[in-house]
Nanobody, 127 residues
């Protein structure tokens, strides 16, 4: 059973920064494609960023490009999301997600593309 546990969320003022972490259980993390999604109240879950197992491919939704950076440490079984210049519209529950196999650009923005999910961590940005 693969488990994903997010941490690092919190309350921050507009313009501030947070770093989310997602620790993945199991010995095959390095073979997983990983992603971050978020869901605001009353809205559908939306894609934020994705990264391939080898980190040679990363993708971002347009609204976070230049502000967020996705990375991973395969030795620590950990996925990260560095979020800078946060805005009130970034307020949401952030989820990490994973799947075995390669990252597919055309599919990685769809939550159904991913098999494993964490429980989420709340990010609140005040204006």
């Amino acid at each position: 059973q693969v488990q994903l546990v997010e941490s690092g969320g919190g309350l921050v003022q507009s313009g501030g920064s947070l770093r989310l972490s997602c620790v993945v259980s199991g010995r095959t993390f390095s073979s997983y494609s990983m992603a971050w999604f978020r869901q605001a109240p009353g809205k559908e879950r939306e894609f934020v960023a994705a990264i391939s197992w080898s980190q040679d491919m990363t993708y971002y939704t347009d609204s976070v490009k230049g502000r967020f950076t996705v990375s991973r440490d395969n030795a620590k079984n950990t996925l990260y999301l560095q979020m800078n210049n946060l805005k009130p519209e970034d307020t949401a529950v952030y989820y990490c997600a994973g799947r075995r196999g390669r990252l597919v650009q055309s599919g990685c923005t769809n939550p159904a593309h991913f098999t494993f999910w964490g429980q989420g961590t709340q990010v609140t940005v005040s204006s």
